[in-house]
């Protein structure tokens, strides 16, 4: 591909990725109070102002503005700068890995990624209404690159693997050990990546997840074996990974 048409594809993800990242941020606070993401207008959430169009514009704002509301003085969250420039950076990783249109469909499975490790990781939430859209963006991405058998059959195998396995959890234990959500996140995973993919996806997620536990108990705040984890941010990042450089071993 021209190095013209290379560089297009990387100024549109880097320059959509704040506007994402500002939307993720709404989004990751409003679906789990079950507000309206869409119809629903911004406002402080301190004096509830309305905000206005250039109150909106993703980090410029947040910089003339200080990081505070200008009606109250309010500090706006500030979860919404860093989503603001990690969705452009993860675009750009994207993009620099595989310099093509693959490279911003890559943008956009990192921008759900994100969206979902976020709930995981604050609410222990895998929610199928961005589940199910995963799992369908990377059947469509997989029947337009001509792979469709392989990747339906990663879906197909990544979500019974994880359902199996949480079932005979359950059975042996009497208690739950995977959330219903990280199955449908293992067959998005198989749905972007492939079939071949999914060991790799597993053993990511598995040798983070046992990285964080270690982290944990090293600062003196063991894991017990009744305390969730949110095992969905280490599948995003297994997924994320394998998506970029391809399975372990076969890359």
């Known amino acids: 591909m021209p190095l013209q048409a290379d560089l297009s594809w990387l100024i549109a993800a880097v320059l959509l990725g704040p506007f994402v990242g500002s939307f993720l941020g709404l989004t990751s606070l409003r679906l789990p109070e079950g507000r309206p993401v869409i119809l629903g207008r911004s406002a402080c959430p301190s004096c509830e102002r309305v905000l206005a169009p250039l109150d909106l514009v993703p980090i410029l704002s947040f910089i003339l503005l200080r990081g505070r509301c200008r009606t109250c003085g309010a500090a706006i969250p500030r979860r919404f700068l860093a989503l603001e420039l990690t969705c452009p950076a993860l675009a750009l990783w994207a993009v620099a890995v595989h310099p093509s249109a693959e490279g911003f469909l890559g943008a956009l499975l990192a921008w759900q990624l994100l969206l979902l ?3 995981d990781a604050e609410h222990f939430w895998l929610p199928r209404a961005l589940t199910l859209p ?18 339906a059959l990663g879906a197909a195998i990544g979500f019974s693997a994880l359902t199996l396995l949480s079932i005979a959890y359950r059975r042996l234990r009497g208690r739950e050990g995977l959330g219903g959500g990280d199955a449908y996140l293992l067959a998005g995973g198989g749905a972007w990546c492939g079939a071949l993919a999914l060991p790799s996806i597993l053993l990511i997620a598995a040798v983070a997840g046992l990285a964080f536990v270690l982290v944990q108990r090293w600062r003196g705040r063991p894991v017990g ?19 970029l450089y391809g399975p372990l071993g076969l890359s």
């Open 117 to 119: 490790a976020l709930l």
């Open 134 to 151: 995963l799992i369908v963006s990377g059947l469509a991405v997989a029947a337009a690159q001509g792979v469709l058998v392989e990747h």
């Open 225 to 243: 074996g009744d305390q969730p984890v949110a095992f969905g941010v280490f599948l995003a990042l297994g997924v994320w990974l394998t998506w």
